[in-house]
């Protein structure tokens, strides 16, 4: 079983529309990251929320740790075509930067 | 520019011949990390090293060998690749290893071990 459950495993829309994808585990974190991974790139780091409940926005993109610490969503408004790209959750599981990463949701943004 | 470089990027082998993907890092970072990314997966980390002269084991270390000669170089040794380890290889950096700082991915190495 996965530590960190992604949904919707895929999801595909038009430029401009709203759109939520979370990050869901039984165990609780005491922080969480969100990549970002274009096609034939590494992922890139977006944000580190590390308090119950906290809020972080980046742009048109919307972080929130939940209260529990258990769980995460990133919310895009109005999503463009360069949102394209795989989204990763990911948290510290032991030793130094150990990340364990769920297994990502892809999102693909068309005109 | 500061980055993580690999070589090859693509690499297509037979089984049992030993193979060396290579990564390099400019920014002086201490803790570098080898990961593999499997569809349905996702990216699970192989072996990463605190320091030179200082590895450790990740959760999927079987098959693989490293080693961290200088700071800056931290190859992934296949010593006799198998069917299974047919993937996409990522090395990472970050300059201590501390939870929360930014990891830096270099761009992948896609292997194919027929």
């Known amino acids: 079983t996965q530590l960190l459950e992604q949904s919707p495993q895929f999801l595909s829309i038009q430029e401009g529309e709203n759109l939520t994808v979370y990050c869901n585990s039984s165990?609780?974190?005491?922080?969480l990251q969100w990549y970002r991974q274009e096609p034939g790139e590494g992922p890139v780091l977006l944000v580190t929320?590390?308090?119950?409940?906290e809020v972080k926005k980046l742009k048109r993109l919307t972080f929130q740790f939940g209260d529990a610490r258990k769980d995460s969503s990133l919310h895009i408004t109005a999503a463009q075509t360069g949102d394209t790209g795989l989204y990763l959750c990911?948290?510290?599981?032991?030793?130094?930067?150990?990340?364990?990463f769920g297994t990502g949701t892809r999102l693909q943004v068309t005109l | 520019e500061a980055q993580v470089t690999q070589n090859p990027r693509y690499l297509i082998t037979v089984t049992g011949k030993k193979l060396t993907v290579t990564c390099s890092q400019n920014?002086?970072?201490?803790?570098m990390s080898w990961y593999r990314q499997d569809p349905g997966l996702g990216l699970r980390q192989i072996y990463y090293?605190?320091?030179?002269?200082?590895?450790d084991k990740g959760d999927v270390p079987e098959g693989y060998k490293v080693s961290r000669k200088e700071k800056r170089n931290f190859p992934l040794i296949l010593e006799s690749p198998s069917p299974n380890q047919t993937s996409l290889y990522f090395c990472?950096?970050?300059?201590?290893?501390?939870?929360?700082?930014?990891?830096?991915f270099g761009p992948g190495t896609r292997l194919l071990v027929l």
């Open positions: 990472a950096s970050s300059p201590s290893g501390t939870w929360g700082e930014t990891q830096y």
């Open positions: 165990s609780v974190f005491s922080s």
């Open positions: 929320v590390v308090t119950g409940g």
């Open positions: 990911a948290v510290n599981t032991g030793t130094a930067s150990k990340l364990t």
């Open positions: 920014m002086n970072h201490e803790y």
């Open positions: 090293s605190m320091n030179v002269e200082v590895t």
